[in-house]
Nanobody, 122 residues
Framework: QVQLVESGGGLVQAGGSLRLSCTAS????????MGWYLQVPGKQRELVAA???????NYRDSVKGRFTISRDNAKNTVYLQMNSLKPEDTGTYYC????????????????WGQGTQVTVSS
């Protein structure tokens, strides 16, 4: 099993910044793609940013130029630096990871963190 633990959420005024962290632990042979998703009440969880194991990134249009995703492979950790926050960035942010758990099986499993709340006041 693999656990993802997020931290860094909170309440911030519009224009402010937050940095989210997500650390994976457990049975990990290789961490492949990792990402951050946003869920607001009544809507489906949507991708905010993703990063491959070799550092290629992808962002939703509404956060380009404001958010930066990065990872520290030695620490099994992915980060989301969020600048110039807007009220529409409010919601629960979930980390996910595509994990290969053993060196003898190529199969991977997607794991999710428990979520961290971000609230941006206007």
């Amino acid at each position: 099993q693999v656990q993802l633990v997020e931290s860094g959420g909170g309440l911030v005024q519009a224009g402010g910044s937050l940095r989210l962290s997500c650390t994976a632990s457990g049975r990990i042979f290789r961490l492949n793609d990792m990402g951050w998703y946003l869920q607001v009440p009544g809507k489906q969880r949507e991708l905010v940013a993703a990063i491959t194991s070799d550092g290629n990134t992808n962002y939703r249009d509404s956060v380009k130029g404001r958010f930066t995703i990065s990872r520290d492979n030695a620490k099994n950790t992915v980060y989301l630096q969020m600048n110039s926050l807007k009220p529409e960035d409010t919601g629960t942010y979930y980390c996910n990871a595509n994990v290969r758990s053993t060196n003898w099986s190529p199969y991977t499993t997607i794991y999710w963190g428990q979520g961290t709340q971000v609230t941006v006041s206007s």
